[in-house]
């Protein structure tokens, strides 16, 4: 006997909301390119206000104020 789906997980009787489920998507894309900006942000030397970093950028911007690559200064 397998075990009934989640009660918000829709039955196979049930229709979705289609307009609800394009806005939820649509909210969803733009959450997405929001982090990938963010992302992208975050490699650009000298940025500030990072969103992800390591442990390592961590402790470099605690102690320098913010991350230095020593490949920036190569031509």
Do not use: Y
Request: charged share 35%; hydrophobic share 30%.
């Amino acid at each position: 006997m397998s075990d009934p789906a989640p009660a918000s997980a829709p039955q196979p009787d049930q229709h979705l909301d289609t307009d609800a489920e394009e806005e939820r998507l649509e909210a969803l894309g733009e959450e997405i390119a929001d982090t990938r900006e963010r992302a992208a942000a975050d490699l650009e030397v000298g940025g500030a206000n990072r969103t992800f970093t390591d442990e390592g950028v961590d402790v470099q911007v605690e102690r320098t104020g913010d991350t230095h690559h020593p490949l920036a200064d190569r031509p």
